[in-house]
């Protein structure tokens, strides 16, 4: 994605998805799910395209030495605006990490909802991996390609959830084009890279329905539907209906 497209997005997206009570329980849930493999601070952590850094500022605010690095100017600005200590700014593509941070190795590097906006996702994998320490984590958030009916079958749109069973793209909820894949999938790419799977978790179930539904979610409920949201993000078979899911590996 350009930066331009980033920036006409920037406002809606760093403002008012993360401030809803589905954007509270995507950091929240991811936030725990994380804590369950990171080593103790001050740890690294590299977070690419991070964005206005909502996961992981509340790293740094835990004590964890963050390097968040991110393509879009316009997206760091908001990530400057609210940044606590203990963060470097990195403006750089994620295909060119390894370069943007003098080839400095992590103990956690974190890449959440951008390898599916790539049309070639691999070059960016390479750098997550290649910016590992060894036995450092690398944390991904992608699309899930099982449960892609699911939106649009929440949505009432029945011609395009029949076809979804099948396809793996699709317009998102932010307007752009996105590309979906397998747990299954990105574990065998991770391996080949050096990195070994350890976990795997849903990130949204119930909230998502919700909110594809139309219904509002009452903002007084969002930590109930948190603790909701994290257990069934590690049960199947919960966690396999879930749009989006969390894939944690160590390189070797």
Same mark, same amino acid.
């Given at each position: 994605?350009?930066? *331009?497209?980033?920036?006409?997005?920037?406002?809606?997206?760093?403002?008012?998805?993360?401030?809803?009570?589905?954007?509270?329980? %995507?950091?929240?849930?991811?936030?725990? /799910?994380?804590?369950?493999?990171?080593? +103790?601070?001050?740890?690294?952590?590299? *977070?690419?395209?991070?964005?206005?850094?909502?996961?992981?500022?509340?790293?740094? @605010?835990?004590?964890?030495?963050?390097?968040?690095?991110?393509?879009?100017?316009?997206?760091?600005?908001?990530?400057?605006?609210?940044?606590?200590? %203990?963060?470097?700014l990195v403006?750089?593509?994620?295909?060119?990490?390894?370069?943007?941070?003098?080839?400095?190795?992590?103990?956690?590097?974190?890449?959440?909802?951008?390898?599916?906006?790539?049309?070639?996702?691999?070059?960016?994998?390479? /750098?997550l991996c290649?910016?590992?320490?060894?036995? !450092?984590?690398?944390?991904?958030?992608?699309?899930?390609?099982?449960?892609?009916?699911?939106?649009?079958?929440?949505?009432?749109?029945?011609?395009?959830?029949?076809?979804?069973?099948? +396809?793996? +793209?699709?317009?998102?909820?932010?307007?752009?084009?996105?590309?979906a894949g397998?747990?299954?999938?990105?574990?065998?790419?991770?391996?080949?890279?050096?990195?070994?799977?350890? /976990?795997?978790?849903?990130?949204?179930?119930?909230?998502?329905?919700? *909110?594809?539904?139309?219904?509002?979610?009452?903002?007084?409920?969002?930590?109930?539907?948190?603790?909701?949201?994290?257990?069934? !993000?590690?049960?199947?078979?919960?966690?396999?209906?879930? @749009?989006?899911?969390?894939?944690?590996? @160590? %390189?070797?």
């Amino acid at each position: 994605m350009s930066e *331009d497209t980033w920036a006409a997005i920037a406002d809606d997206f760093a403002d008012g998805a993360y401030a809803s009570v589905k954007g509270r329980v %995507r950091t929240y849930v991811m936030h725990r /799910q994380l804590l369950e493999h990171l080593p +103790a601070p001050p740890a690294t952590v590299l *977070d690419v395209g991070g964005g206005a850094g909502h996961q992981s500022f509340p790293l740094a @605010r835990a004590g964890y030495d963050v390097t968040l690095l991110d393509s879009s100017a316009a997206m760091l600005d908001k990530a400057r605006q609210r940044m606590p200590d %203990r963060v470097t700014l990195v403006h750089a593509d994620g295909a060119n990490a390894e370069e943007a941070v003098a080839g400095r190795r992590f103990d956690a590097v974190l890449c959440h909802g951008v390898l599916g906006y790539l049309e070639r996702p691999e070059p960016v994998l390479d /750098q997550l991996c290649r910016c590992a320490a060894p036995g !450092g984590l690398v944390s991904i958030m992608a699309g899930n390609a099982d449960a892609s009916a699911v939106r649009p079958a929440m949505e009432r749109r029945w011609e395009d959830a029949l076809a979804a069973f099948d +396809a793996r +793209a699709e317009i998102g909820v932010l307007g752009l084009p996105t590309h979906a894949g397998t747990v299954a999938e990105l574990s065998d790419d991770l391996r080949r890279r050096g990195v070994e799977p350890l /976990q795997w978790y849903g990130v949204w179930l119930f909230v998502d329905w919700f *909110d594809l539904s139309g219904t509002e979610l009452d903002p007084a409920d969002a930590e109930r539907v948190a603790a909701v949201e994290f257990e069934a !993000g590690r049960r199947d078979p919960y966690r396999r209906l879930s @749009r989006i899911f969390h894939l944690v590996g @160590r %390189r070797t």
